[in-house]
């Protein structure tokens, strides 16, 4: 092609022998190619983006356009039930010259919360875009895919484009050139981003990958007016895959609580060790420390070699790791939020061999006691008696009556999964 670009032609016959050609294009894809298959039907999209600039980004539907200086990424809700869209969240304007119709939302159809306060109504028939500010050095927002993308929606969902129903993610003033900086900044950027949107509105959304299925939906936003900023911070992307895996767990509740807990299991080397070396710091500096005696030896070699990692045994990582991540008054407020949790957590044993969280003993932290009853059914999850398993506990199984108890220990696990998360943060480069 006069633009550079690899195309293959291939022709098939119809039953009556007509002949149709087909045009597939082969658009770089880092060290690889992206095989694109032009129908008639996406072709007049493709003519009025910048195919020819395009680098597509690793497995996403998402591309680098460095003519324009713009990564746009296909983006999806993460959890099964969701029936709100970004167009529905504070901040979103109408571009299409029309203003928006206040209305107020119908308890019907909304939380309490929202069906009580008036509602800036975006149609989505119509451009719309939500702005996401917080750069210095990029121009960031959620709206409807530009007309190329639209051609890779076609061919992605084999379908017509859903014009403006569909979201991509757009950041501008992008002036990198290696295609692995690009996805870096693309994953980095996308996690944190969706990340808070979940915690502000209780809702994940996630990038879609060019061979996944067809999008999929989830609950109503939390009645909450604050406008979605970009993060200030960035999170551990390898926390944050873990944590979208947890959330797109729904109606599995073993994989659900298994994902939170791997969530805070990834910070135990950063928060653990830092507990770690405070003890050993201060048993080192001991003036009465002697090198030459074995029992003062053995006192480090208790503290330092309790597992092979170094850092103590799991149930003291996850509690040295709780105690950096969570303070107790918001471990309280987080269980009294909610009656239903207060009674399930802190009442009986409807789920055996677990701990009991006490809010009344002041002698043990709320933070450790959460995280005894967390290890407790981690351990029944995973049906595991090292360090500390209750003995004779047997495994939760998929589909058993306590599998179905385990919703309020899930989303105490959530709870801390996000508290570990925001712990870990280090600040954004955007």
């Not at 928006?100 to 028939?125: C, G, K, Q, W």
């Amino acid at each position: 092609m006069a633009a550079g670009i690899e195309a293959d032609w291939s022709e098939r016959f119809r039953e009556n022998g007509e002949s149709i050609k087909n045009l597939t294009l082969h658009l770089p894809n880092g060290r690889e190619k992206r095989r694109l298959p032009i129908v008639p039907r996406s072709a007049a999209d493709f003519l009025q983006g910048n195919f020819e600039s395009w680098t597509f980004l690793s497995e996403y539907l998402a591309f680098l356009d460095r003519k324009d200086q713009v990564i746009e990424a296909f983006v999806r809700p993460a959890a099964s039930g969701m029936r709100w869209l970004p167009q529905d969240l504070p901040g979103a304007v109408q571009t299409s010259g029309d203003p928006p119709v206040t209305e107020v939302d119908s308890p019907e159809e909304f939380s309490a919360e929202l069906a009580n306060r008036p509602t800036m109504h975006i149609d989505s028939d119509k451009p719309w875009k939500l702005p996401i500010e917080g750069s210095t050095i990029y121009e960031v927002e959620l709206s409807p895919p530009s007309p190329g993308m639209q051609g890779l929606e076609i061919i992605r969902y084999r379908r017509p484009p859903s014009l403006n129903r569909s979201t991509t993610l757009k950041i501008r003033n992008v002036k990198l050139e290696r295609h692995d900086d690009a996805v870096t900044l693309l994953e980095s950027l996308s996690g944190a981003l969706f990340f808070e949107v979940d915690l502000l509105y209780g809702g994940l959304f996630q990038l879609v990958r060019f061979d996944r299925d067809v999008p999929i939906w989830s609950r109503q936003p939390k009645g909450t007016t604050t406008k979605l900023r970009l993060p200030k911070v960035q999170y551990a992307q390898e926390a944050t895959a873990l944590y979208e895996y947890g959330r797109t767990a729904v109606g599995t509740p073993l994989l659900e609580f298994q994902a939170f807990y791997q969530v805070i299991e990834y910070f135990f080397p950063l928060f653990s060790r830092a507990e770690t070396l405070r003890r050993l710091r201060r048993q080192l500096s001991d003036p009465r420390f002697d090198l030459h005696d074995e029992s003062h030896l053995n006192q480090v070699l208790a503290i330092a070699s309790q597992s092979p990692r170094g850092f103590g045994g799991e149930r003291e990582q996850l509690k040295d790791t709780l105690d950096a991540v969570v303070e107790d008054s918001e471990l309280r407020e987080f269980i009294k939020a909610d009656e239903d949790r207060e009674k399930f957590l802190t009442e009986g044993k409807k789920i055996k061999d677990v701990t009991v969280i006490n809010l009344l003993d002041a002698g043990n932290r709320l933070s450790r006691q959460a995280a005894d009853r967390v290890y407790d059914i981690r351990c029944r999850v995973v049906h595991t008696k090292e360090d500390g398993g209750k003995s004779g506990a047997k495994m939760i199984v998929p589909g058993s009556r306590e599998s179905k108890l385990l919703q309020h220990d899930i989303e105490l696990v959530q709870f801390l999964a996000q508290k570990a998360i925001i712990a870990g943060s280090r600040r954004a480069p955007w």
